[in-house]
């Protein structure tokens, strides 16, 4: 066999040159000298490599490749679908269901410590807080009472304890966005307060009083100041000589008993409206309410010719 590189006579099973080292392809055979020296090659007729050949892909072929680009464009087409199918769901959810939700008016709070409306008012001052307003769940029927706190334009307040009414003031403490208010009110509700107001005008509002000392927070409501008036006691016994009004010399104090049988009585800036009967010699009965009915027994006595009324040892003076 001839080298097809440098045309020297090698042995026929040899697949490498021992002259040139050129690898021996037996597909081809000698043809002819080039110019430069080497020979001229042609493939044998009748080989594996002489005969055309298909075009096969590597991986798949062309029913394969057009599987694979449908399931990519379903998968795609399913994600978006379920993208703008998410975003209508929630788009109608905010049309049909209001953000805010009042499942009671504010006056039926249950809880002294929780608003019933959960819409917070966005603006708020002290000439909200004009007004009567009870404790969130407080309710009363005819042996029991409630206190109500009233707010007037002028700074004046008051509260109404079943037949006792006591009166005080109020006094702005904002500043900026801290809303505070300090109650001047001989009762539990002494003292400076943060407030917030919640709800609307429609449901309701709330008011939130938080004690700036204590950290006690309340829980008001809106509703109509209520007074309980005692009926007076049947067949009840007067002692005539104490009929009037009578005051202590600094006039801070005062009785007014009259002859149907009610009595009213200031303490400061306290008044309470009750009824009263002489059930034992020397002792005035008087019944009055606050939770509830009270009842007590004070001791009095006339001095000098009736012009001078000692009860439970304090000296009032008739009018």
Request: hydrophobic share 35%; aromatic share 12%; net charge positive.
């Given at each position: 066999?001839?080298?097809?590189?440098?045309?020297?006579?090698?042995?026929?099973?040899?697949?490498?040159?021992?002259?040139?080292?050129?690898e021996?392809d037996?597909?081809?055979e000698?043809?002819?000298?080039?110019?430069?020296g080497f020979?001229?090659?042609?493939?044998?007729?009748?080989?594996?490599?002489?005969?055309?050949?298909?075009?096969?892909?590597?991986?798949?072929?062309?029913?394969e490749?057009n599987?694979?680009v449908?399931?990519?464009?379903?998968?795609?087409?399913?994600?978006?679908?379920?993208?703008?199918?998410?975003?209508?769901?929630?788009?109608?959810?905010?049309i049909?269901?209001?953000k805010?939700?009042?499942?009671?008016?504010?006056?039926?709070?249950?809880t002294?410590?929780?608003?019933?409306?959960?819409?917070t008012?966005?603006s708020?001052g002290?000439?909200?807080?004009?007004?009567?307003?009870?404790?969130?769940?407080d309710?009363?029927d005819?042996?029991?009472?409630?206190?109500y706190?009233?707010?007037?334009?002028?700074?004046y307040?008051r509260e109404?304890?079943?037949?006792?009414?006591?009166?005080g003031?109020?006094?702005?403490?904002?500043?900026?966005?801290?809303k505070?208010?300090?109650?001047?009110?001989d009762?539990n509700?002494?003292?400076?307060?943060?407030f917030?107001?919640?709800?609307?005008?429609?449901?309701?509002?709330?008011?939130?009083?938080?004690?700036?000392?204590?950290?006690?927070?309340?829980?008001?409501?809106?509703a109509?100041?209520?007074?309980?008036?005692?009926?007076?006691?049947p067949n009840?016994?007067?002692?005539?000589?104490?009929?009037?009004t009578w005051?202590?010399?600094?006039k801070d104090?005062?009785?007014?008993?009259?002859d149907k049988?009610?009595?009213?009585?200031?303490?400061?800036?306290?008044?309470?409206y009750?009824?009263w009967?002489?059930?034992?010699?020397?002792?005035?009965t008087i019944?009055?309410?606050?939770?509830?009915?009270?009842?007590?027994?004070?001791?009095?006595?006339?001095?000098?010719?009736?012009?001078?009324?000692?009860?439970?040892?304090t000296?009032?003076?008739?009018?």
């Amino acid at each position: 066999m001839i080298c097809p590189r440098c045309g020297k006579d090698i042995p026929d099973a040899e697949t490498m040159c021992p002259f040139c080292m050129q690898e021996i392809d037996h597909n081809f055979e000698f043809n002819d000298f080039r110019e430069d020296g080497f020979v001229q090659l042609k493939l044998k007729e009748n080989t594996p490599s002489s005969q055309p050949q298909s075009y096969k892909p590597k991986y798949f072929d062309i029913s394969e490749y057009n599987i694979f680009v449908i399931a990519i464009v379903f998968v795609l087409c399913v994600s978006l679908f379920t993208i703008f199918s998410l975003k209508f769901v929630q788009k109608r959810a905010k049309i049909i269901v209001p953000k805010y939700v009042s499942t009671e008016p504010v006056t039926e709070a249950t809880t002294a410590t929780e608003p019933t409306t959960a819409n917070t008012v966005k603006s708020y001052g002290l000439e909200d807080l004009i007004g009567s307003w009870k404790f969130a769940g407080d309710e009363e029927d005819k042996y029991t009472a409630i206190p109500y706190y009233t707010f007037k334009e002028d700074g004046y307040l008051r509260e109404n304890y079943g037949s006792m009414v006591t009166e005080g003031s109020y006094v702005d403490l904002s500043k900026g966005k801290d809303k505070a208010v300090y109650l001047s009110l001989d009762s539990n509700m002494k003292g400076g307060y943060d407030f917030e107001l919640v709800g609307n005008k429609d449901s309701g509002y709330a008011l939130i009083l938080t004690h700036q000392s204590s950290g006690a927070e309340y829980t008001l409501v809106k509703a109509d100041a209520k007074m309980k008036k005692l009926t007076p006691i049947p067949n009840c016994k007067l002692d005539k000589s104490i009929i009037g009004t009578w005051y202590t010399k600094e006039k801070d104090k005062a009785y007014k008993f009259t002859d149907k049988g009610t009595l009213k009585r200031i303490t400061g800036k306290i008044t309470t409206y009750a009824v009263w009967t002489i059930e034992k010699k020397g002792e005035i009965t008087i019944k009055y309410m606050k939770d509830e009915i009270k009842t007590v027994v004070v001791p009095y006595k006339l001095l000098i010719k009736n012009k001078k009324l000692m009860v439970n040892g304090t000296i009032y003076y008739k009018k």
